[in-house]
């Protein structure tokens, strides 16, 4: 188990690289599992959650080879059908490898998966998508999936834009019999990347950045080779710790059209940031007061599903509201636990009101004091973090190996950025 020591107070200056997208690259992952030709990866971030999805491809007979931000991974036979609990507690995407295993094998066994504990997260949409494609499905403990003949395709209505079960039966329908129509289909950058790469494996995917996908299943897929697309919530985590401590950084390797509603969110906070053609600029020096709704209301920051601001960029935009002037409600619609680390916040200094478990007002600039942090899940420790930066005095943020799990060499970003940060085991 690993803690971050900070020594707060320095504004963070200088230039950061977005690591490729870690919610893109795991399904990515699980697709290999679609061929038994070689899929190669370039633009991979070196996090705990890809070491585990690569783990799982090993562990059912693949290979994989890494040369620093490349991957060559082949499965060229599937030695079995069953993931081990072990696997499928360290990484909640290890569901994604159930529609390649069935093509594969007609059968796929795996236990509930882990991941971070921000309070329910459904699996009925898997497998809604999964039922209608023709799996059939036991629960007993662990899921035993079974495919008599071969996947078929149909039209899906979602009852939710899920992410995960939007990359999973996506990959299902490539190859499943005839077309397949997938409406109130999740339309986030990672999904679209994903859609992309299967399409050079010789899928036949339409309606890509949308919420109705159109797919005509193929017989097999072959290799490819694919460059992950860049992580937008690492770049907005980055943007907003630095906004917090008053810093001036430049994020390179981003694209402007993942940033619309989340410049709109900074904005609110009366914080500017420029959008360049591969970069984003953060100057220093600015007022960051809160801008009020018409009629001096108060303004509201809500996630909600792409183009909505991201639910995984909200944590860190809670702290950065603890330093700016004015008041604001965050309303955080898509999970009943994330909001939990504001009492950390509160126990800081930070002058919040956590309203239930999806709304918090938090008004500032707020004094906050160093102190001794636990980090509950990837995106609340990377946000605690932050706080850490601005906060008097030291801090220590526990349970590192969270954070780990979704952002790429995070101390060595941060002491390049002028942070005073340091890991112990």
């Given amino acids: 188990m690993s803690t ?3 020594e707060g107070g ?12 870690k919610n893109a690259v795991l399904p990515m992952i699980a697709a290999a599992i679609l061929t038994d030709q070689e899929l190669v990866l370039h633009n991979v971030p070196d996090i705990r959650d890809v070491r585990h999805m690569l783990e799982i491809i090993e562990h059912i007979g693949g290979t994989v080879e890494r040369d620093g931000q490349s991957v060559r991974l082949r499965v060229a036979r599937v030695d079995t059908a069953t ?3 072990a696997l499928c507690d360290k990484v ?3 569901i994604l490898c159930v529609a390649p295993l069935l093509y594969r ?3 796929a066994t795996l236990f509930p998966p882990g991941g971070d504990v921000i309070g329910r ?5 898997h497998f809604y998508g999964l039922r209608k494609l023709g799996a059939q499905i036991e629960v007993n403990g662990h899921y035993d999936f079974r495919l008599p003949g071969r996947l078929k395709g149909c039209e899906l209505f979602f009852d939710e834009p899920s992410v995960t079960a939007t990359e999973h039966i996506l990959m299902a329908a490539a190859v499943a019999e005839g077309d397949t129509l997938i409406r109130n289909a999740a339309c986030e950058p990672h999904v679209q990347d994903l859609a992309h790469m299967l399409n050079a494996m010789g899928a036949r995917i339409s309606g890509i950045g949308t919420n109705q996908l159109q797919v005509t299943g193929v017989s097999q897929l072959h290799g490819a080779t694919h460059t992950v697309c860049h992580d937008h919530v690492e770049a907005a985590s980055y943007l907003a710790l630095a906004a917090a401590t008053g810093g001036e950084i430049t994020v390179t390797h981003t694209d402007i059209p993942a940033y619309w509603m989340c410049h709109r969110v900074f904005e609110t906070l009366g914080i500017h940031i420029e959008l360049r053609h591969d970069s984003i600029h953060l100057s220093a020096n600015q007022p960051r007061r809160i801008r009020q709704d018409l009629g001096n209301a108060l303004p509201v920051i809500a996630d909600g599903p792409w183009p909505q601001f991201a639910s995984d960029q909200m944590s860190c935009m809670i702290t950065l509201a603890t330093q700016v002037e004015g008041s604001v409600l965050f309303f955080e619609k898509m999970f009943e636990s994330r909001l939990y680390f ?5 126990a800081m200094g930070a002058q919040a009101v956590v309203c239930d478990p999806h709304r918090v007002v938090i008004s500032g600039p707020a004094r906050l004091r160093g102190t001794r942090l636990p980090s509950p899940d990837i995106r609340a420790g990377m946000a605690l973090l932050g706080a850490a930066l ?15 799990r979704g952002y790429e060499q995070v101390e060595q970003k941060l002491l390049a950025l002028g942070a005073r940060i340091s890991r112990k085991e």
Avoid at 10 to 21: D, F, Y
């Fill in 121 to 125: 997260r459904r699996l009925d949409t």
């Fill in 390 to 404: 601005c906060a008097e005095g030291k801090s220590e943020v526990q349970n590192a190996n969270m954070i780990d």
């Fill in 10 to 21: 320095v504004p963070l200056k200088g230039t950061v690289r977005a690591s490729g997208n």
């Fill in 92 to 94: 909640r995407t290890s």
């Fill in 4 to 6: 971050f020591v900070i």
């Fill in 342 to 346: 504001v009492d950390r916040l509160i």
């Fill in 83 to 85: 993931i081990s609990q």
């Fill in 105 to 107: 094998l007609g059968q």
